[in-house]
């Protein structure tokens, strides 16, 4: 989904493919940091010759550290490279994204009185206003705890005995190069101020490896439900050691759903949470690894509502082919730093929120509860979802 996760496997692939690979990614990063530059030094601007030259230079010796900085962070793990990479990245992104409305916007600029240069310069002074205003937003945004979004669904099959039954989402946490262990700690708080019935983690836990990430995830250890915590691989864990975070996660007390399932009894009435590997897992190379809905749904009753974790909306036409009632998905962390929200789209059907997909089968897609890669969160704010199913009301 981004210029890290691409870095990531890239070393996977043979020599052709990373020939293309390496032009494709200079050519993006031309882009990115030449579209700022032409709108915000040349472009009309007519500021010094040294001052432009000065600028430039400096611009391209940070674009030329860039990629070497996203392959060091994400491909050596070096957390250090990655926390400078991963905030370049975002930083050139929303300056890219407005100097491109801002040339839009000079253009608009051209059907009234004013002349270059305080035409350009003023593109160049609302560019950079709107960057700084909108960067320090979205790391706000990015670093606090998410706020919890409330969510009624109706399961027709749902048993009345299960009626209001509480279920609290989180995923896409991405523990990783920057320490957020108190912010682990304060997401384990609100968890348990809902008072969950069922606690659900959709994956993508970490970006690490587990003796890299032990303090961040152990307030995940703390985490209290009345009848099941649950949680499924994400694509990053591929990445981050797929069996340290699946033995982990068991050791501190919840059920890894490894295309398999559990039932839920409350009021005599029962519910299926069954869960399913990520797409990606197939490529991983991990023995039985890969997303299985058969197996997950071996011997349970048929007749049953079934409630699946899988990390992806795009895994949607399995749920709706097994009937499921309600899949609860994250990975598109609802586009974190508009306008990357269109990218997304083109990649999964769904950005976000409830939708509905067969007649039985529903999608709840969560934003996620933390952030990926740029530690900035821009029309597009973190959650912590809390679900609460609902019968059907009978007839009157």
């Known amino acids: 989904m981004s210029v890290g996760e691409a870095v990531e496997s890239e070393p996977q692939r043979r020599s052709p493919r990373r020939a293309i690979f390496g032009v494709v990614v200079l050519a993006v990063v031309a882009l990115l940091f030449g579209v700022p530059l032409e709108t915000l030094v040349w472009s009309g601007n007519d500021w010094p010759l040294g001052v432009q030259l000065g600028l430039t230079a400096a611009v391209v010796l940070v674009a030329l550290s860039f990629p070497v900085l996203m392959f060091r962070g994400h491909g050596g ?8 990479a991963d905030t ?3 930083v050139v992104w929303v300056l890219f ?28 002074a609302g ?15 990015a670093m606090r705890v998410a706020r919890v979004r409330r969510v ?66 152990a307030p995940l250890a703390d985490v ?5 915590r649950v949680y499924v691989t994400g ?47 197939a490529g991983s190379g991990l023995p039985g690894h890969h997303a299985d809905h058969e197996a997950a749904l071996a011997g349970a009753d048929p007749s049953l509502p079934v409630l699946l974790l899988a990390h992806q909306p795009h895994q949607i036409d399995g749920a709706v082919a097994h009937g499921i009632d309600l899949q609860l998905s994250g990975h598109t962390h609802g586009g974190q730093m508009w306008p990357f929200h269109y990218l997304v789209r083109l990649d999964q059907p769904v950005l976000q929120g409830l939708s ?28 912590i979802t809390l679900l609460t199913l609902r019968a059907a009301q009978p007839a009157s």
Do not use: C, K
């Open 356 to 383: 509905r997909h067969s007649e039985r089968t529903q999608l709840y897609t969560s934003r996620g509860t933390g952030f990926w890669g740029p530690p900035f969160r821009i029309f597009a704010p973190s959650e």
């Open 127 to 141: 560019v950079l206003l709107i960057s700084v205003v909108l960067l320090l937003w979205g790391h706000f945004e």
């Open 152 to 217: 009624d669904v109706t399961i027709p099959r749902l048993g009345a005995g299960l009626d209001g039954l509480r279920v609290v989402l989180i995923t896409d946490t991405h523990y990783g190069p920057i320490d957020r262990t108190r912010w682990s700690r304060g997401v384990t708080q609100v968890i348990n101020s809902l008072d969950p019935d069922i606690v659900a983690h959709t994956g993508d836990i970490a970006d690490g490896q587990v003796q890299q990430r032990l303090s961040m995830a």
């Open 88 to 90: 370049l990245l975002g």
């Open 224 to 228: 209290r439900a009345r009848h099941a």
């Open 77 to 84: 793990h070096s957390d250090a490279a990655s926390r400078v």
């Open 97 to 124: 994204t407005w100097s491109v409305i801002g040339q839009i916007a000079a253009l608009l600029l051209r059907l009234t009185p004013l002349d270059d240069p305080l035409r350009s310069r003023l593109v160049t």
């Open 235 to 281: 694509n990053h864990e591929y990445f981050s050691g797929a069996l340290g975070w699946v033995e982990h996660m068991t050791s501190l007390g919840w059920d890894a759903l490894h295309n398999r399932h559990l039932v839920v009894t409350r009021g005599g009435d029962s519910l299926i949470v069954a869960g399913v590997d990520d797409r990606t897992a």
